[in-house]
């Protein structure tokens, strides 16, 4: 199983990113995909989540409207896109996946991890 992500970076307070997070060996269009992110200092918090039978999850607090989950499976990849970034959106964002149906915001029930993608948001 690998959990590939990418497009994180810098970007000013008020801009926008797309996070990708490509998936393989495993059957992708029947799990839960889900984004976790760790600012510096802090724990791991769940972000946002999507499956075909569990539906999207988000974070209220972290999200507030601005982020959106999707998926593409013919793709085996997740997105995570993220509009009007502030400087308190700054963390590592992870990748996850569970075997599911459920979509949970819960870290413990995810199998698999990516390495993570850095995502700096400058004021």
């Known amino acids: 199983v690998q959990l590939q992500a990418s497009g994180g970076g810098l970007v000013q307070a008020g801009g926008s990113l797309r996070l990708s997070c490509a998936a393989s060996?495993?059957?992708?269009?029947?799990?839960?995909m889900a984004w976790f992110r760790q600012a510096p200092g802090k724990e791991r918090n769940f972000v946002a989540g999507?499956?075909?039978?569990?539906?999207?999850?988000y974070d209220p607090a972290s999200t507030k409207g601005r982020f959106i989950i999707s998926k593409d499976n013919a793709k085996k990849t997740v997105y995570l896109e993220m509009n009007t970034l502030k400087p308190e959106d700054t963390a590592l964002y992870y990748c996850?996946?569970?075997?599911?149906?459920?979509?949970?915001?819960?870290?413990?029930?995810?199998?698999?991890w990516g390495r993570g993608t850095l995502v700096t948001v400058s004021s």
């Open positions: 996850a996946a569970t075997p599911g149906p459920t979509t949970s915001n819960n870290g413990f029930e995810y199998h698999y």
């Open positions: 060996g495993f059957t992708f269009r029947d799990y839960v």
């Open positions: 999507i499956s075909d039978l569990g539906g999207i999850l």
